[in-house]
């Protein structure tokens, strides 16, 4: 029993935490950055003031995690972020094809709880952010409503993953909120504030239900009446729920920050209005048997304020793709901008503009300006608006969160701030554990001098060269403009021999097109076309290039729609090789073609974009020379995906090849503590983290089972049933040998094996 008699005033209990970083915020930037700072052995306090993690990715919002794959609807090729955040999306599809938000939750819950190094608190909300300096923060106050405790928080860094960014505001730092004009960073794509407004608002979602009988529904006072008058009504589709309900949408001429739970509550209006609409107007008869089973009861918020580092992201930066010395991160999402009225503008649910490939993000953006000790993660980072516009998605958040954890733990080891860190001279450091861990920074050319495997003699039971796609038996009618990406070698005159079929006497175009730059993969120039003369039936064409390349790069043969012609698919895989279509995807923009207005700075072009797994196989046909892109010395690259140089970063087995091995020999004994290897996780895919559903729970092109032998052939490694991009062996004793082995098992008849990394290190 506990008795107390009368207190004139009582404090709460409290606890006091010294830790290295102080993450504030649990979304998925605060959860990246939490974990690969304590993956560094920094000690971490993750402070969040939700039940869960992840954020808007929560089932508290239920927004799937997207970012420069744009639901796979641009031509950013292969750009899904790698790191940290690609092994929580593999994991998910692992456990969670079906896109279930609770079980994202646990997937996330289970990445921090795993780490030792990690503190989390759960419901706690920082409230005070106390100083040691002008431009140093000592310590954060914190309360949970759960437990009734106030938490002192001290580091020597801070990052604020907080979204509105309650650390950096109470610290002092710089920041903005709303659009800057035109032209403070010559920005054409800066809205007009009175007529579109200044913020992005908020969205609430619900899911419904299928009870399989019929269900009454009366909505509550407090909803509006003229759902039918809602601009966006046209929108709904019967079935659609979650985030597919993103256009309702509300508060961007509000404070999105001191009115959040105003904006909130006319969300709830507008949701239950709109049910009442759907469920009473008499106009949507199917949702008889339909009720509500879940209403958000925290909106999903896209904008507040932003904060000023030492560099501003801003519009030319992702259209020009223009690359700084610091760069640590990319994104790729459009540039997308909401108005600020919502569900009931009358202008379009969004405006995006895409780039013609992805764009990297200084490291000068994840730090304050201002306060010495702050790095800054998530939405908050330094961007102007239209920036804003694209770097606020959630992948691209969580791929700067890793970005933060590595840098702490750089500070942490050299007794530097951040500013100290981004010198020219010191920012390779960062860049590079960060690629070891497949970061995947764009057009960054490194060397790891550490790997082992670099000062080895290396060899490999087989080595593709590509000379066939194989036939499946399947056909696809040229219903729409579809092409075969491939990678080709520089001084080399290619034919291309296809089987086509035509249902009557016609002409098939084909058209050979490449990028302008080897920054992108759109294909904007036209390099050669061939018209061919097809009887009726079955017949071999033929392809050959005018004249051979002046460097490597990827190509697009093109085959031109006509419905009167199909062409043969090939299931099997292969790195750097997929088939693209010229086609719609309203999701995001994509109406196979971008034809900007003429005064915004967006370049107009064509989208080329995969079909989704199941589909999207590749188109067979026969390719001489043979493609010779899949070498051994890819391994060491540091890059783990294909780039738009024209490289594939890959050494690919023989198809053939059924039990592939490759060997490492050292002129004398290596003393080898961990050992890294990455594969194949189809960077293409989007790997959306909740509500569309996917097919397969492991990417077909990974590599499922493998075994690593020393110098005397003892097996002193096995891993089956892999599902992962990046395996990392730590040796619990450090394993002496001159001989490094590792035999792989071909995942499967259509696909050979494919490794992009191998590393060992003392």
């Known amino acids: 029993m506990i008795k107390s008699e009368f207190n004139r005033v009582r404090a709460n209990k409290l606890v006091t935490l010294n830790t290295d970083l102080v993450v504030i915020g649990g979304g998925l930037a605060g959860v990246c950055a939490a974990v690969t700072a304590a993956r560094e052995n920094l000690k971490v306090v993750l402070v969040q003031d939700r039940p869960v993690l992840g ?19 641009n031509n950013n090729r292969w750009s899904r972020e790698g790191g940290l955040i690609n ?129 009454s529904y009366k909505a509550p006072s407090f909803a509006i009446d003229n759902a039918a008058d809602l601009p966006r009504i046209k929108n709904y589709q019967l079935g659609d729920h979650g985030c597919k309900l993103w256009w309702v949408e509300y508060g961007g001429r509000l404070d999105t920050i001191h009115q959040s739970e105003d904006i909130k509550f006319e969300l709830w209006k507008v949701v239950y209005g709109i049910w009442d609409y759907i469920k009473n107007s008499g106009k949507y008869p199917e949702a008889e048997s339909l009720t509500l089973e879940w209403v958000g009861t925290i909106p999903g918020k896209r904008e507040s304020r932003r904060f000023e580092g030492d560099f501003m992201l801003s519009q030319k930066d992702i259209v020009e793709q223009r690359d700084y010395y610091d760069r ?46 702050l790095f800054l993660a998530g939405r908050i980072i330094s961007a102007s608006h239209v920036a804003f516009g ?129 920054k992108h993969f759109t294909p904007d120039v036209d390099l050669q076309s061939n018209d061919f003369k097809l009887e009726k039936g079955t017949q071999d064409i033929t392809f050959t290039l005018n004249k051979p390349f002046d460097e490597d790069c990827y190509v697009y043969l093109c085959f031109m729609k006509n ?52 589909g999207g196989e590749n188109i067979a046909m ?13 391994i060491i690259n540091l890059e783990e995906r294909p780039t738009s140089n024209g490289d594939v970063n890959a050494w690919t087995a023989s198809i053939e090849d059924k039990q592939p091995k490759v060997m490492c020999r050292w002129e004398a004994p290596k003393k080898i503590k961990t050992l890294r290897l990455s594969f194949d996780a189809d960077f293409d895919n989007a790997l959306e983290s909740v509500l569309m559903q996917h097919p397969n729970a492991v990417t077909p092109f990974v590599v499922n089972h493998y075994e690593v032998f020393d110098g005397d052939n003892n097996a002193i490694y096995k891993k089956e049933n892999n599902h992962q991009a990046v395996n990392i062996i730590n040796f619990e004793e450090p394993l002496v040998t001159d001989t490094l082995t590792v035999v792989f098992s071909k995942p499967d008849d259509q696909t050979p094996v494919i490794l992009y990394g191998l590393a060992a290190y003392a």
């Open 87 to 215: 092994e929580i999306l593999l994991d998910n599809l692992n456990r969670n094809k079906e896109g279930n938000p609770l079980l994202f939750d646990t997937v996330l819950l289970e990445k921090v709880y795993e780490e030792d190094n990690i503190t989390l608190l759960l419901n706690t909300a920082v409230y005070e952010t106390q100083k040691s300096s002008d431009k140093t923060i000592k310590s954060v106050m914190a309360f949970c409503s759960q437990n009734s405790t106030t938490y002192r928080l001290e580091a020597p860094y801070f990052c604020d993953a907080s979204g509105d960014g309650i650390v950096a505001f109470q610290s002092g730092a710089s920041f903005r909120m709303g659009a800057e004009p035109s032209d403070e960073f010559d920005e054409g794509f800066a809205p007009n504030i009175e007529d579109y407004g200044n913020l992005l608002g908020h969205s609430l979602y619900f899911y419904t239900k299928d009870v399989g009988k019929p269900v």
């Open 622 to 634: 026969q390719i001489m020379p043979p493609i010779q892109k899949f070498s051994l010395k890819n």
């Open 390 to 518: 694209s770097s606020r998605v959630m992948l691209t958040c969580a791929h700067g969160g890793q970005v933060v954890g590595k840098a702490a733990a750089l500070c942490i080891k050299n007794h530097w701030q951040p500013r100290k860190l981004a010198r020219e001279e010191n920012i390779q450091q960062l860049q590079l554990t960060l690629n070891r861990d497949g970061q995947g920074i764009p057009r960054l050319a490194l060397t790891d001098d550490k790997n082992l495997i670099a000062k080895a003699k290396i060899t490999a039971s087989s080595e593709l060269k590509l000379s066939t796609l194989s036939a499946s038996g399947a056909w696809k009618t040229l219903d729409t403009n579809t092409a075969q990406l491939l990678p080709l070698i520089a001084d080399q005159t290619y034919s291309v021999t296809i089987m086509v079929k035509a249902s009557k006497a016609t002409t098939l175009s084909l058209i050979l097109k490449r990028s302008s730059s080897k």
């Open 328 to 373: 640590v991160a990319f994104g790729g999402w459009a540039m997308d901008l909401h108005p600020a009225d919502g569900v009931y503008s009358k202008h379009n649910s969004c405006t995006q503009w895409h780039g013609k490939g992805v764009y990297s993000i200084p490291f000068r953006c994840y730090y304050s300006k201002d306060i010495e000790n």
């Open 55 to 73: 954020g808007n990715a929560s089932s508290e919002v239920r927004l799937w995690a997207l970012g420069a794959t744009s639901h796979m609807g």
């Open 563 to 614: 419905e009167a012609v199909q062409i043969p698919l090939s299931d099997e895989l292969y790195p750097g090789v997929m088939s693209v279509q010229q086609k719609v995807n309203k999701a995001v923009s994509n109406f196979g073609r971008q034809d900007p207005p003429d005064n915004v700075g967006i370049d107009a072009f064509d989208f080329w974009t995969p079909e989704r797994k199941p």
